[in-house]
């Protein structure tokens, strides 16, 4: 009878095991939505934009941990910490910013409800020190989640660990914290609707997994919005997606630089659209706006080395983005209704990125993203087995594109090139998806007739 029992239970075991396994095919299906999607809106604001500097960092006291020896204790910054008691963003429209976005040609937007500085941007039970707590006295996470939803744009929150603002934050086994932390997660994820992506930001140095639980943080994620999306940024995540630890989450986040080509897993480089010293993620007086060119180089930089753009806009202390900021973001909009086909639903190759530019592809079709032309002649590439039958340039325009033994042979007259990126569309009588990336030589890539 023993042995019956025993035998019942590990098979019971097997099949909740095998249930909670995620197999590749269904990974893929959770994840099709966003590596499809290529672009997304990053927007850092809190009451930081008042003082126009950096959102957390610029407070003069970071919060160490317990666990690195070396504990302060919760420290106030006077400066930064009462300033939300001045914040009243009154211009502040969430439609209007998710219009934007969608004018834009992005197609999922996250917000950042609490960073490092542990100011919350909605209706939190759990602290005080809150949107709800200003003159402004609005829940911004849930206007921004309502009009997502009602415009049809995918919705991602970014959460902090960190809390530099917190008492309990690192202290002893931060158990206090923790719960915190969890009962905010709960708030964040039972509320406002379909949450497509989460957005961790890091832990700090060292094995922290048992001092963050992160087992059951990633569990909780994962019962409330089995769907969902996940960076990278919370190591070792134990039970979160049903896979066994360590888990690295769903897709990697290079930080202020493009991702290299990668085919094999999730990326996306987060960006800002703003530079300014020791960052420009928020709001920053003194920032300068990139250029459009720039602008959408790194779109088509990420999208040709098979990984998103998540690029970051910073509101002012009214609650408008800026109109430098819009009217990069407006004229990437624009380019995007020409050549939005070599970028959404694409995956990078069969050529990698270079000096030249990149390549996209999806079934039987090939865009080469030109940012740098030969200084005569045709712009060359490898050659692979199947055959070239129809070129266009998706800006309009002539291009002559061949096929030789050597490989193709791509020249469009300076007239009808683009300066910030010329983008050829190639049709081949087979799907090209099936050929492995290649790296295309300097020699390849430039040498003059």
Same mark, same amino acid.
């Given at each position: 009878?023993?042995?019956?029992?025993?035998?019942?239970?590990?098979?019971?075991?097997? @099949?909740?095991?095998?249930?909670?396994?995620?197999?590749?095919?269904?990974?893929?299906?959770?994840?099709?939505?966003?590596?499809?999607?290529?672009? #997304?809106?990053?927007?850092?604001?809190?009451?930081?934009?008042?003082?126009? +500097?950096? &959102?957390?960092?610029?407070?003069?006291? +970071?919060?160490?941990?317990?666990?690195?020896?070396?504990?302060?204790?919760?420290?106030?910054?006077?400066?930064?910490?009462?300033?939300? /008691? !001045?914040? !009243?963003?009154? !211009?502040?429209?969430?439609?209007?910013?998710?219009? *934007?976005?969608?004018?834009?040609?992005?197609? %999922?937007?996250?917000?950042?409800?609490?960073?490092?500085?542990?100011?919350?941007?909605?209706?939190?039970?759990?602290?005080?020190?809150?949107?709800?707590?200003?003159?402004?006295?609005?829940?911004?996470?849930?206007?921004?989640?309502?009009?997502?939803?009602?415009?049809?744009?995918?919705?991602?929150?970014?959460?902090?660990?960190?809390?530099?603002?917190?008492?309990? %934050?690192?202290?002893?086994?931060?158990?206090?914290?923790?719960?915190?932390?969890?009962?905010?997660?709960? $708030?964040?994820?039972?509320? %406002?609707?379909?949450?497509?992506?989460?957005?961790?930001? @890091?832990?700090?140095?060292? !094995?922290?997994?048992?001092?963050?639980?992160?087992?059951?943080?990633?569990?909780?994620?994962? $019962?409330?919005?089995?769907? &969902?999306?996940?960076?990278?940024?919370?190591?070792?995540?134990?039970?979160?997606?049903?896979?066994?630890?360590?888990?690295?989450?769903?897709?990697?986040?290079?930080?202020?630089?493009?991702?290299?080509?990668?085919?094999?897993?999730?990326?996306? @480089?987060?960006?800002?659209?703003?530079?300014?010293?020791?960052? #420009?993620?928020?709001?920053?007086?003194?920032?300068?706006?990139?250029?459009?060119?720039?602008?959408?180089?790194?779109?088509?930089?990420?999208?040709?080395?098979?990984?998103?753009?998540?690029?970051?806009?910073?509101?002012?202390?009214?609650?408008?983005?800026?109109?430098?900021?819009?009217?990069?973001?407006?004229?990437?909009?624009?380019?995007?209704?020409?050549?939005?086909?070599? &970028?959404?639903?694409?995956?990078?190759?069969?050529?990698?990125?270079? $000096?030249?530019?990149?390549?996209?592809?999806?079934?039987?079709?090939? %865009?080469?993203?030109?940012?740098?032309?030969?200084?005569?002649?045709?712009?060359?590439?490898?050659?692979?087995?199947?055959? *070239?039958?129809?070129? /266009?340039?998706?800006?309009?325009?002539?291009?002559?594109? /061949?096929?030789?033994?050597?490989?193709?042979?791509?020249?469009?007259?300076?007239?009808?090139?683009?300066?910030?990126?010329?983008?050829?569309?190639?049709?081949?009588? @087979?799907?090209?998806?099936?050929?492995?990336?290649?790296?295309?030589?300097?020699?390849?890539?430039?040498?003059?007739?």
């Amino acid at each position: 009878m023993k042995t019956t029992f025993m035998l019942l239970l590990v098979l019971v075991c097997t @099949s909740l095991d095998a249930q909670l396994i995620e197999t590749p095919v269904e990974r893929e299906a959770r994840t099709a939505w966003w590596r499809e999607a290529r672009f #997304g809106m990053f927007i850092h604001w809190d009451m930081s934009s008042i003082a126009g +500097t950096e &959102i957390s960092w610029s407070r003069k006291s +970071t919060k160490p941990l317990d666990i690195y020896k070396d504990p302060a204790g919760y420290v106030e910054d006077p400066a930064y910490d009462q300033l939300y /008691k !001045n914040f !009243n963003p009154t !211009n502040f429209d969430a439609k209007a910013w998710v219009r *934007l976005a969608k004018a834009v040609g992005m197609r %999922y937007l996250v917000f950042t409800a609490k960073h490092h500085g542990g100011f919350c941007m909605w209706d939190t039970k759990l602290t005080e020190y809150s949107i709800m707590h200003t003159p402004f006295q609005r829940d911004v996470v849930k206007e921004l989640a309502d009009a997502c939803h009602a415009e049809g744009l995918r919705f991602g929150i970014y959460y902090s660990q960190r809390d530099w603002h917190h008492p309990d %934050y690192g202290i002893g086994d931060n158990a206090k914290y923790r719960a915190y932390m969890n009962g905010q997660v709960r $708030e964040l994820l039972a509320n %406002y609707g379909t949450v497509d992506v989460w957005w961790w930001d @890091s832990y700090g140095r060292g !094995n922290l997994t048992n001092f963050w639980g992160i087992g059951e943080t990633s569990a909780l994620v994962k $019962e409330l919005q089995p769907a &969902i999306v996940m960076n990278n940024r919370m190591a070792e995540l134990g039970a979160y997606n049903r896979q066994p630890a360590p888990y690295r989450g769903d897709f990697d986040t290079p930080e202020q630089q493009l991702g290299k080509y990668q085919d094999t897993r999730l990326w996306e @480089s987060c960006m800002t659209v703003v530079d300014a010293p020791h960052g #420009g993620w928020s709001y920053r007086t003194e920032g300068k706006v990139k250029s459009f060119q720039e602008t959408v180089r790194m779109l088509a930089s990420c999208a040709t080395g098979d990984g998103n753009l998540l690029l970051d806009v910073g509101p002012d202390s009214t609650g408008v983005i800026p109109a430098d900021q819009t009217d990069c973001l407006l004229k990437v909009g624009e380019w995007l209704k020409l050549n939005g086909e070599s &970028i959404y639903g694409t995956r990078g190759g069969p050529f990698k990125p270079g $000096e030249y530019g990149g390549t996209t592809r999806k079934g039987k079709t090939v %865009y080469v993203h030109i940012f740098k032309w030969p200084e005569a002649g045709a712009l060359k590439l490898p050659n692979f087995a199947a055959k *070239l039958v129809h070129a /266009k340039l998706l800006s309009g325009g002539k291009v002559d594109a /061949k096929q030789t033994e050597s490989g193709l042979e791509i020249f469009v007259p300076e007239s009808g090139r683009q300066k910030a990126d010329t983008v050829v569309k190639l049709e081949f009588d @087979s799907d090209v998806m099936k050929f492995p990336a290649v790296a295309v030589t300097s020699a390849a890539e430039s040498e003059p007739k």
